[in-house]
């Protein structure tokens, strides 16, 4: 075959489809030639697919502000790269590096980053401690209740038994308990001084006839009169003598309140006509120690038991008085009337107290409870 022949038959020879000829940007070329056209040197070209235009580009959507919120601890913050929103690496398909997930409870952080479960309540220690002290203490207050249920002994029945123990203290109690031999009276003195008394004398128990003027045995009959304990006293120095007495009724709290009200209402614990009688005993330095002696006093209507308390004090020289005066007005800063300047009042109401005191505390002694 000639070089002609050559150069014809390689012009004929079609193009293989992996070998495009068409110039980029040129419009396709069909791929059946129209009827009467010449395709001897026309050469087969794969068709061509347009490529649509490229869309606009759509802005994002402007992002939420971030909520304020306690930056996370990192020690305890989740690694970013196993939420479900982190990106895959090139080349990995869904479900290739998925994170393993437990369905736990989920986790919060609290005021201070900490990580806790979500749902929990946490109590704090002042409030934990709060309610175990109001639980602790309703079931102690529950069993003082039940114990007074079980054994009978309620805040009346309690009341009542003292009471009544109170009544029969004058013949179940040595006089020495009672009216003991030596009554210290610290700051009982004017100015806050000290005082020591002594008894002298012990009068026998009996009636009331000859204790008390015609007018102060009357304001009384409402009680009655069971007994009568009396007792004369003197000071370190024998300058003064006071008679203290406990007078044991037969009324019962009622009717001891009601005559405590009558007597401070009607102030007649401070007339001079219901001054309690003292107790002379003889041989002694209150030998002398009379009604006209007298210089001042004190009584009180007790109301926790039947007694009435009070006590009587003058001069043990036998001097007169022209009128007594009431230990509350002679104790008080600038009396200056003889008892007050000489401190009698101080001895009545310090004496007295003291006589009270003792009493009450026997009586609770002997109606205490063996644990």
Sequence with gaps: MGEAEQETTARLRPVPADRPQATPGAPPRPATAPPGADTRHAT????????????AAVPPPPAAPPRPSAAPDPAVAPDPA???????????????????????????????????????????????????????????????????????????????????????????????????????????????????????????????ADAFDPLLRKSLTPVGCARLLRATYTDATQTYVTTVGMLFTKADAATMSALDVRFKKAGLDRRTDLVPRPYAAKGTVAAAFGDKQRASWTLSVLTDAPVVVYAVSGWADGRTVDAPQPAADAMQPGATTAAAQAGLGNEAQGLADR?????????????????
């Design 82 to 208: 196993l939420s479900w929103s982190a990106g895959m690496a090139p080349g990995a398909y869904l479900g290739a590096s998925r994170p393993v997930v437990a369905f736990g409870e989920p986790e919060g952080y609290d005021e201070r980053g900490r990580g806790r479960a979500l749902g929990v309540v946490r109590v704090r220690p002042r409030t934990a401690v709060a309610a175990a002290c109001v639980v602790l203490g309703i079931g102690l207050i529950g069993g003082a209740v039940t114990g007074s249920w079980l054994t009978g002994d309620s805040d009346e029945g309690g009341a009542a038994g003292t009471f009544a123990a109170a009544g029969e203290m004058w013949h179940n109690v040595p006089v020495d308990q009672l009216f003991p031999p030596t009554v210290e009276g610290r700051g009982a003195g004017p100015g806050g001084a000290d005082r020591t008394w002594t008894r002298i004398a012990v009068a026998p128990d009996g009636g009331c």
């Design 44 to 55: 087969t070209a794969p068709p061509v697919t347009p490529r649509p235009p490229a869309a």
């Design 355 to 371: 006589i009270e005191r003792g009493f009450r505390k026997t009586v609770g002694s002997a109606t205490e409870q063996p644990s």
